[in-house]
């Protein structure tokens, strides 16, 4: 079983950046997705950015501002925030799946990590 822990959410102010970081048990490039998601009170979770091997997937509302990494030796994937808005406040997920990338439905889940951009 995959287990999956994320660090690297803090309170920052609108146009800032932070790096989110996620360490996995386990994971082969080539047979798990690893994607981010977010949870903000009262919405559904929303499906952020995920990676496969080269391939990469970005929502709308983060594409431009986001970019996701993987380092497979140290088993851990990056999601880098830049010109955050106040809209990208919420609880990040790290996941991750056996399907494609993207994907709706993950097997494996982190804590998650409270992100807060505000002034």
């Known amino acids: 079983q995959v287990q999956l822990v994320e660090s690297g959410g803090g309170l920052v102010q609108p146009g800032g950046s932070l790096r989110l970081s996620c360490t996995a048990s386990e994971f082969s490039s080539d047979f798990y997705t690893i994607g981010w998601l977010r949870q903000v009170p009262g919405k559904d979770r929303e499906g952020v950015s995920c990676?496969?091997?080269?391939?990469?997937f970005y929502s709308d509302p983060v594409r431009g501002r986001f970019t996701i990494s993987r380092d497979n030796v140290k088993n851990m994937v990056y999601l880098q925030m830049n010109s955050l808005k106040p809209e990208d406040t919420g609880v990040y997920y790290c996941?991750?799946?056996?399907?494609?990338?993207?994907?709706?439905?993950?097997?494996?889940w982190g804590q998650g990590t409270q992100v807060t951009v505000s002034s």
């Open positions: 996941a991750a799946t056996r399907l494609g990338c993207p994907s709706y439905e993950y097997e494996y």
């Open positions: 990676i496969r091997g080269s391939n990469t």
